[in-house]
Structure formats: C-alpha cells, structure tokens
C-alpha cells in the first residue's frame, strides 16, 4: 500500500488545502498531484503542482493515478450568477471524472454536500444531487460521495454566512444528539483525514456515499498493532521452545558420569 500515487483537485480550498498536506506526509503515498488555478504556497518532495484552467483540462493534464480527490466547490454568492455556480460545482467535477475514467483512474472520491437531492427544493441541494446521479451513471470501478455538513477551519477568504453558521454551531453541537447529530459542523482537517481513511480502507462499494456523522467518526487504523497482534496467535514461541527442549536434552545428550563408571567396572574385571 506505500506506491500509491493520488490525484486532488481544489487543492487550495478548506479542505482540499488539508487534504494535500495529509497525503504528501503519508507514508502510503509516493506521489502526490495537485490541479489548481493558482499556486498552493506549500511545497514537498512528493508534490507535483500543476496550474491548471479547468475550462480547459485535457486527458493529458491527467496522469494514471489509484484515486482522484475532487474538492472543488463555492458558493453562489461568491460565483455571482447560478451558472457560474454549475460550472464550478457540476460541470468541471464532472469532465474530470470523466477524463479520470479514460486513464483508468479506479476510484473517484468527491465532496458533495449534506442533503444533496436531485430533487430538492434548495437549488445548492439540487445541483448538488444531480453531481452525484451523474457520477453514479459513470459507473466507476469505485466512487465514494463524500457528504460533509457545515466546513469549519481556518479558510484564506472570509465567508459572512458560513462564519455565522459556524459560531450558531459551535454553541449548538453539544445539544445535536441522536438523529441531529448528522448536522452538527466539522472540522476541514477530520473531512480530509475521512477522505484518506475512505482511499485506503473504504468498504469498496461501487457506490458509497459518507454522510458527516459517519465522517467524524472515521480515524486510520492501528495496522501495526494489528499485525503484531497477529503475529503473536500465528506463532506460539513458547510451545516452540519446548518442542526443541525435550528430544535434545532427555534423549541425545550423553550421561557422561554414568558412562565412566561403567568403565571402571570393566577394566576391574
């Protein structure tokens, strides 16, 4: 699992931003390639960094990699009109995982959003269903959706609506129990630590979608711990040792004092 080579778009985003770091400090990365608009400001001997305009990204922009990370995304506000929108949250992860696809990409991990319905009354929740109908009709070997709730984290532009959501939240979380716990905020950092968690250890459905209780939850296993553990019930050292004692200390070695005597006896007579 340590020749792994991955793939993230949006990588100056909250979370995408993580997300590059998490991977270029793992262990089970050698590779690591970020499509972006502008340059990251980070560096890393396993970091390819690759300014891209995603209005027009070509096959060759792409190369083979086990798992493309999209993290694109903004808001309506920010993107002025709902077709800019559509072209930021629908569009462009769309022609990326097809180009994907084509270079035999296997598994497609994208953030979409909580309570994305195809059929909502929001217009974010619709559009936001309608990413992932289309990503499911791809039929990819493997395409993990990944449904956040509110992203709190330290972000480089100042959003009014999120910040004040955040705060609400921040107060509320300990009161969202039970069913509500769904919608309680999380951190930036948890949902790119979830997104490798999904890379390496996912349940490897066709077709899975994450909701944010789920994605708070998950941390990368203790393998180590769980290969010595192993280890210990395949092999029984104990009952090694004293297999090999008994046949070489009770049956081959000589009883050397027993012998001379039985020598002198002989030579008396």
């Known amino acids: 699992m340590g020749m792994r080579s991955a793939i993230v778009v949006g990588a100056t985003g909250l979370v995408g931003s993580h997300l590059v770091q998490l991977l270029c400090e793992s262990e089970e990365y050698v590779s690591v390639t970020a499509l972006t608009r ?16 995603f209005d027009e990204l070509a096959e060759a922009d792409l190369d083979f990699a086990h798992e493309v990370f999209c993290c694109l995304g903004t808001t309506i506000k920010k993107a ?4 800019n929108f559509e072209k930021v949250d629908l569009e462009y992860p769309l022609h990326i995982a097809s180009l994907a696809k084509k270079k035999g990409v296997r598994h497609f991990i994208v953030i979409s959003a909580m309570g994305a319905n195809e059929k909502a ?3 974010y929740s619709r559009v936001k269903g309608k990413l992932e109908k289309e990503l499911i009709e ?8 990944i449904r956040p709730s509110l992203l709190v984290g330290d972000r480089k532009e100042f959003r009014l609506g999120e910040k004040a959501g955040e ?30 968690v999904i890379a390496l250890h996912g349940n ?10 789920q994605l708070a939850a998950l941390q990368m296993p203790a393998v180590e711990e769980e290969q010595e553990g192993s280890r210990e019930k395949m092999f ?3 009952k090694g040792k004293k297999e090999e004692h008994t046949p070489v200390d009770e049956e081959v070695v000589f009883d050397r004092a027993k012998l001379k005597e039985k020598t002198l006896k002989k030579d008396d007579e």
């Open 236 to 238: 029984d050292w104990t």
């Open 121 to 123: 009354l929001a217009y």
């Open 167 to 196: 705060l609400v939240l921040k107060v509320m979380n300990p009161l969202l129990i039970g069913p509500l716990k769904g919608v309680r905020s999380i951190q930036a950092s948890q949902v790119a630590l979830a997104m490798k």
């Open 138 to 145: 791809m039929e990819f070997p493997q395409l993990s959706i």
């Open 204 to 213: 490897g459905e066709k077709a899975a979608i994450y909701e944010s209780s």
């Open 80 to 83: 002025g009109t709902r077709e």
């Open 38 to 53: 502008r340059e990251l400001g980070y560096q890393h001997k396993k970091l390819v960094e690759r300014i891209v305009n």
